[in-house]
């Protein structure tokens, strides 16, 4: 009965080995390209990734998805947690044929779009980050992941991305992304694409910050010069 017991449990051993072993060709990091003078980035860490589309001159927002993904040999597949273009296209899954090349990936659509690993850049905030409360801390109630209204931040090799979006109506309320910097208590966004308003890009915002337990408090003025207080939570 006990060998028995073993037999059963071993396929799905073997099963998420191999989705780890697959999994695994890709190393987490940023990996962007420039395709026909439009910029395409790919943030890539733990399970979950985001793929923005944008131009820097003149600026203007093309789209964004993210989610959670898996990986064979020649299909990347991402359950999406948000589609900039749900409204027209509708779509909650990707299936994108892909390839590597040393640290390239190459992602085969219409066209072969090549992305190159950025240098790895290990800063403060690095990860994923859920807004769970406006602060100060006094015990109010927090915006968990079980809530399917989120507002996400990827931060990651000194890139980072914001998106506000619904994951059962696929709402999607916007993003915004760039660069940032992380020293010493003081957080910096230079924005280079932002989907409500092409004119903020270029935009540089200062911010401070402070890590309590899981929790980033994250304080200054917004961009309109207002007061701010935001918590976010580790999402992992």
Excluded: C
């Excluded at 990734?49 to 898996?70: C, H, Q, R």
């Excluded at 040999?73 to 947690?81: A, D, F, G, H, S």
């Excluded at 696929?170 to 957080?187: C, I, L, P, Q």
């Excluded at 304080?219 to 918590?231: A, F, K, L, V």
């Amino acid at each position: 009965m006990k060998h028995l017991k073993i037999i059963r449990i071993l396929p799905f051993v073997v099963m998420a080995l191999l989705i780890s072993m697959a999994n695994a060709q890709i190393a987490a990091g940023v990996y962007l390209s420039d395709h026909d003078n439009t910029q395409h980035e790919l943030k890539i860490n733990k399970g979950y990734l985001t793929y923005s589309v944008y131009k820097l001159d003149p600026a203007e927002f093309i789209k964004t998805v993210g989610g959670f993904y898996t990986a064979d040999e020649k299909m990347l597949k991402v359950q999406l947690e948000f589609n900039s273009d749900f409204e027209k296209d509708g779509i909650r899954a990707l299936e994108m044929p892909f390839s590597m090349d040393g640290d390239k990936i190459i992602i085969h659509m219409e066209d072969a779009i090549t992305f190159e690993k950025k240098e790895s850049l290990n800063q403060a905030l690095e990860g994923q980050w859920l807004f769970a409360t406006r602060g100060p801390d006094t015990g109010q109630e927090r915006r968990g992941d079980e809530n399917p209204r989120k507002t996400l931040k990827f931060l990651m090799d000194g890139r980072f991305q914001w998106i506000a979006y619904q994951t059962e109506t696929m709402a999607f309320s916007g993003t915004g992304g760039g660069s940032f910097t992380s020293v010493d208590g003081v957080y910096t966004e230079n924005i280079e694409f932002f989907s409500r308003d092409n004119d903020r890009v270029g935009a540089r915002l200062e911010f401070n910050y402070e890590i309590k337990g899981d929790d980033w408090h994250h304080t200054g003025n917004n961009s309109r010069g207002e007061p701010m207080y935001e918590i976010w939570s580790r999402r992992n």
